[in-house]
T-cell receptor, first 116, second 112 residues
Framework: GAVVSQHPSRVICKSGTSVKIECRSLDFQATTMFWYRQFPKQSLMLMATSNEGSKATYEQGVEKDKFLINHASLTLSTLTVTSAHPEDSSFYIC????????????FGPGTRLTVT | SQQGEEDPQALSIQEGENATMNCSYKTSINNLQWYRQNSGRGLVHLILIRSNEREKHSGRLRVTLDTSKKSSSLLITASRAADTASYFCATVVLLANSKLTFGKGITLSVRP
């Protein structure tokens, strides 16, 4: 199967600090990864599309300077929440699709971010 | 913006019964997918149905797609307590960018 991992699974940080979340495809290469945010009891909202070796494409309303995305290799994308505030507290989920197979996305287990 | 709208928003059934969940969407799609999410976890892909398909089966799951009505249904037969989860439909409009647009989700509770 296609496995996607995220690290950390949970993180608590103080207001004003930055937090980095990693998303890795463990057994396949992913030219494209996606980052979602999910508030409690709500749906997933796409934040950005991360392409290996190029700049991420952000969805409308998502601040690119606040949510920095780096996709430096075919198996790793990182999301850095800069100058975090309590309203950034959420569940962040990444997904990836295999190179050459755009039909299915494989999701990571998510990262619970709490900003105090 | 959300493309899909599921109904009902919450469904509670007895183990052994069938669960039917519906999803409607707004624009033309390349494919529609159903996902399951257990509380506080990531998403599990259940089934994908392409725009030129009308019905697909996978184990106890049956998905239909009516592109003229822009709607899909997910049927879980002989439900089990372990099926308790949130279910989301998600659409792909353009295969080139593979972006998934999720509906609001349905919370299914299966009582033992």
């Amino acid at each position: 199967g296609a496995v996607v991992s995220q690290h950390p699974s949970r993180v608590i940080c103080k207001s004003g600090t930055s937090v980095k979340i990693e998303c890795r495809s463990l057994d396949f290469q992913a030219t494209t990864m996606f980052w979602y945010r999910q508030f409690p009891k709500q749906s997933l909202m796409l934040m950005a599309t991360s392409n290996e070796g190029s700049k991420a494409t952000y969805e409308q309303g998502v601040e690119k300077d606040k949510f920095l995305i780096n996709h430096a290799s075919l198996t790793l994308s990182t999301l850095t929440v800069t100058s975090a505030h309590p309203e950034d507290s959420s569940f962040y989920i990444c997904s990836a699709h295999r190179s050459g197979n755009p039909y299915e996305q494989y999701f990571g287990p998510g990262t619970r971010l709490t900003v105090t | 913006s959300q493309q899909g709208e599921e109904d009902p928003q919450a469904l509670s059934i007895q183990e052994g019964e069938n669960a039917t969940m519906n999803c409607s969407y707004k624009t033309s799609i390349n494919n529609l997918q159903w996902y399951r999410q257990n509380s506080g976890r990531g998403l599990v892909h259940l089934i994908l149905i392409r725009s030129n398909e009308r019905e697909k089966h996978s184990g106890r799951l049956r998905v239909t797609l009516d592109t003229s009505k822009k709607s899909s249904s997910l049927l879980i037969t002989a439900s089990r307590a372990a099926d308790t989860a949130s279910y989301f439909c998600a659409t792909v409009v353009l295969l080139a960018n593979s972006k998934l647009t999720f509906g609001k989700g349905i919370t299914l509770s299966v009582r033992p």
